[in-house]
């Protein structure tokens, strides 16, 4: 919580109720006595996270994520819900950094560019 501005810090301290964490450490707040709005109303509790680290948003998962945005009201079981034999473990975005995605004939990466074989025609001024 170093790095959480002093505002943040008082905030979670009078008014929040500690959730859960995650796999990364980011610790994740509600409103003291859970949701204190009525159930017919637009409104709904205050749901915050108190990132370990960067605040990088691409950082929660995608279980979490739902719980943030009030997609769902179950908060994710400890250790995240089971994964699909298909599904890779979260990553946050990692453009900008070395790990980030380039393709094959980027100005950013060695090689050359694959040619296309189609039938298109690139327009030459005339």
Known sequence: MAGTPLGTRLFTWLKGELVGQD???NKFYRTKGGSEVHKDSLRNERRWVIYNG???ASRV???WHAWL???TNERPPEGGYPK???QLEHK???TGTADAYRPAGSSLKT???PRVSSDYDAWQPE
């Open 84 to 86: 699909h034999l298909w």
């Open 23 to 25: 796999g990364q450490g």
């Open 69 to 71: 945005h009030h997609t």
């Open 61 to 63: 998962s995608a279980d």
């Open 92 to 94: 946050a975005n990692q």
């Open 111 to 113: 090689g050359q560019r």
């Open 54 to 56: 960067e605040a990088e």
